[in-house]
């Protein structure tokens, strides 16, 4: 070691350029690093989506999600299934562990289900498959508004500014939401057909024969070879409208006789508005590893010069942004590592100005090659990586304080100013090598924190490692020559006035104190013990938690109608949430849907739900701002609770791993309506226990539905075959894809038959469907007596078990936890679950074990791995026990902090605790290094443990102030997220810093006093 420090200062040469070349691939890598608010990883969700217009949630379950839970249960690697079926929907998730291959998965899910679409219904219209990625979160969302143009011009309008957006460099994908899809619609005529005899499936047998797009086949012909064309694909509604259905008595019968060809749109399932206004969402998302930023303004540029080209009767508006979320919290990000930046210059005072340069140079070279690391490691800066940045700040100069202090000591002992860097940083460099380490290994084993809670924290230690390894490498490289270029050649004995002071308070205040410690070391230690004690004995006050409220300026109001509820009855539920946000100042826009939820916008929030009883408006505010958006929020709340026929869900953005609630209970078993009956007492009781609000039991009212009561005696009868009314039902209301229209610019859209649809169907169009019968067509009124009987709104399937799930929301100033252990205990005492069925707890209290039962072996990792790095420096165990009898006092401290600062015991809380075992440890290496050092060179014991405690007590103080100062902004930000984790390790270094000057000495005399083989070494 001593000699790679001599070089590093004797060939300074090589040392600026080695260094100016490590600031320039940081400078390089800050600048082309993607920046991004929250961190970018893979998601092992992979859903499949299926859609069967009209089909019950029961015929879901069992034709789709069953065959496709079956075929993805068997895959490796592979967790857990899910399934939700709904009216003519099914979503299947599998959800695959953490640690395997996301593409991979997708590839089998995708080759599994596609191998068993044979086996699935013949009426099934969509089968997507989604993979569950945080860059799927839209970057921009457009709104095309007209509340005059048609559906047809806003369409060509989407997609030509889609078309433009899919161009701009690193856009993955754009699509349009809330347009009706375009039909070359055939309207039956069903009393002319009944005239003459023809029954509704004629038609579609006529038009699916005509219309298939199956290229035959070429010939040859002499030295020619000829493609053969034999239809195809129609390409005019005159081709559709011509097609022959029966031929009879040398007439022919064609579609044009008996419907109405011409373009059309399906039933709609999607309306959006935007400020009051009629609208359509075009939405951009981003590709992965891409700076957020470029492609927002490559796509704003784009949407600005198509935006000229628009008729004036169609406007174009943004109604997200992503980026301002970004660039407000990158930019207070920003601000804080400003405040901290002179704060750690302000502690550095003591040192004398030169002093301070030399170890601020550190900053800047340590920060570029940790911002390197974390460009390297495939990670974004976002905001928990500019946490650790800002962690660093206050960690990284320890190093350079401490190897400069005592460069300066052996320049007040009379040495020169190389001789003197060389000396102090030999001196001091194995104990800097030890400290560094166990800091690095109190954040190493963060990097494999499990879950997704892990994969979204990972990017803080890693910018913390990068930086810290990086401060190491220049403090004892380029700081001992800078140190033998920039401090003065002679200085006073006792330092500048700053360095003056603070000596004199440690002999004043610090002395007697550690001498009255180490004259009643028992006593000292019991006090110590009484203090530790009392802080673990605020746990049960503090609470816990997981991840805080994201802060975001925007929020989301769920809106959920009585089930069976129409469009129409749903639209007004929806406007009165658009009514209740009026006059907040606030809010800057307002994007409602009605029959789904907005389009994706956050990272963990995913909702394919599409019923005609739903809906979701995005608000976005000018800024989150406390307590000012609280109090909207509960304003709002309270006014919406007042609007009947629908339930509201007002739901802020939260950080971490999707939860889809924070209060969830599952109730599992076979029968339907016995999980409905217990879901209802779940209900009841979940809404009595206090802190709870917003709870939903989704079977509570089951959906209606018209039975028509089919007389199968009567319809064979008159002819009818089995299965020809489900069918003819089926075409006439549905509507039966029949063929493909292929325009001129090459768009392919689907021929249907069915029934004139004006928007959607009234109950009187029964009265206009017809039969094949025996003699003519039979109407459907005939056989049937029509009659309201209900079925389950929705089936929801768990590891391929019937499931429901019961939640809700917790009010505010109550601790998720709490409330939620209220919950379970109330259900488990008050509702009773029969043979068969059970009750689980999902939410976030599930999240938390998944995520806070991993962090038993990371803790126990970090605590090993800093004691074989002690073991290792001192060789022995006593030195070690000394050196981690440290732990405590900072956990003491950390725990008031939360306790005084009203903040719970969160995920990133206990990350603070893991990373404070290794700064606090850090600081009491430097005493017990400098005690055993004076023992060696034969000072007695108790004098040793004296000198070494005044002596380190500066450099101590230094690096704690410092890490404080650099932490303090981001303690002080108020944000859910990081603050606990600045007050943890604040908190900690402030009790360890006071309390271990007394209570490491005293360790120290107990334990080593009596040391022979310290005593023989001394002799």
Known sequence: MNGIIRFAIQRWQITLVVFLALAALGLSAFFTIPRSVDPHFPSPFISVIANVPGAEPADMETTIAKPIEDVIQGLDGIVKVESRSTDSTAIITGEFSWDGDPEKNYDEIVREVNAIRQNLPSALTRLEFQKSRTTEAAVLQFALVSDTASYRRLEKVAKDLRERLIRVPGVRAARVFALPTPEMRVALDTGRMAQIGIPVTAVTDALRGGGQDLPPGAVQAGEARLNVQAGGAYKSVADVGD????????????????????????????????????????????????????????????????????????????????????????????????????????????????????????????????????????????????????????????????????????????????????????????????????????F?????????????????????????????????????????????????????????????????????????????????????????????????????????????????????????????????????????????????????????????????????????????????????????????????????????????????????????????????????????????????????????????????????????????????????????????????????????????????????????????HSISVLDDIYLPGNQSAVPLREIATPYLDSAPPRINRSRQSRVVYVDAQVLDGYLIAKVNDAVVQAVQGQVKMPEGYRLEVGGEAETAAKSFGGLGPIIALAVFGILAVLVIEFGRFRETLVVAGVIPLGLFGGLVALFLTGNSLSYTAVIGFVALIGIEIKNSLLLVDFTTQLREAGRPLREAIEEAGEVRFLPVLLTSVTAIGGLLPLALSGSGLYSPLAWVIIGGLVSSTVLSRVVTPVMYLLIVQGDKAVTATVD
């Not at 198509?306 to 601000?335: E, H, M, N």
Request: include cysteine; proline fraction near 6%.
């Open 243 to 442: 097609e022959p259905v029966r031929a009879r008595d040398g007439r022919i019968v064609r579609v044009k006789d008996i419907a109405s060809v011409g373009w059309a749109y399906e039933e709609q399932p999607h309306f959006a508005r935007y400020n009051g206004k009629r609208a359509v969402w075009v939405t951009m998302t981003q590709k992965d590893g891409l700076n957020v930023l470029d492609i927002r303004n490559g796509a704003v540029a784009a949407a600005n010069e198509y935006r000229k080209l628009l008729p004036p009767d169609v406007q174009l508006q943004v109604a997200f942004d992503q980026s301002d979320d970004i660039a407000r919290k990158l930019g207070q990000l920003g601000r804080d590592f400003g405040i901290a930046l002179g704060l750690v210059l302000i502690t550095l005072l003591p040192l004398g100005w030169r002093a301070s340069i030399v170890v601020m140079v550190s900053v800047p070279l340590s920060l570029a090659m940790g911002v390197a690391v974390l460009s390297w490691s495939g990670f974004t800066l976002n905001q928990l990586a500019i946490s650790g940045f800002i962690i660093a700040l206050g960690l990284l100069v320890d190093d350079s304080i401490v190897v400069t202090e005592n460069i300066a000591r052996h320049l007040r002992m009379g040495k020169t100013r190389e001789q003197a860097a060389i000396d102090g940083t030999s001196q001091i460099a194995v104990a800097v090598i030890g400290c560094t380490f166990v800091l690095l290994f109190a």
């Open 444 to 760: 190493l084993p963060l990097t494999m924190l499990p879950e997704g809670a892990g994969k979204f924290t990972r990017s803080l230690p890693v910018a913390v490692l990068g930086t810290v390894a990086a401060s190491l490498l220049v403090s004892l490289t380029i700081v001992p020559f800078l140190a033998s270029r920039l401090l003065p050649r002679e200085e006073s004995e006792h330092g500048n006035r700053f360095l003056q002071a603070v000596n004199s308070g440690i002999h004043r205040f610090y002395q007697p104190v550690l001498h009255w410690g180490l004259t009643h070391p028992w006593r000292a230690m019991g006090v110590s013990t009484l203090l530790i004690v009392s802080g673990f004995g605020l746990v049960p006050l503090i609470g816990s938690s997981l991840f805080p409220p994201a802060e975001t300026p925007y929020f989301t109001v769920q809106v959920t109608a009585s089930e069976g509820t129409a469009i129409p009855a749903t639209t007004r539920a929806v406007l009165a949430v658009e009514e209740a946000l009026k006059g907040e100042p606030n809010v800057t826009g307002i994007a409602s849907n009605i029959g789904r939820a907005n389009p994706r916008i956050f990272y963990n929030q995913v909702n394919n739900d599409q019923r005609s009883n739903i809906g979701e408006v995005l608000v976005t505010l000018k800024a989150w701002d406390k307590p000012g958006s609280p109090e909207m929020v509960e304003r709002l709340r309270a006014k919406l609770a007042k609007v009947p026929d629908a339930q509201f869900v007002v739901k802020i953005f939260q950080n971490g791993p999707p939860i889809d609630a924070p209060i969830q209970l599952r109730i599992i078993g076979p029968e339907l309506d016995v999980l409905k009956r217990l879901a209802a007492e779940t209900e009841a009781v979940m809404r009595t226990v206090p802190g709870t609000r917003d709870v939903r039991n989704p079977v509570a009212v089951d959906t209606p539905r018209l039975n028509l009561g089919l007389d199968s005696d009567k319809a064979a009868l008159l002819g009818v075959a089995p299965g020809a009314p489900r069918r003819a039902l089926r075409l006439a209301l549905a509507g039966e894809t029949a063929g493909r229209f292929r325009d001129v610019e090459g768009d392919s859209y689907n021929v249907v038959v069915r029934l004139p649809l004006a928007e959607r």
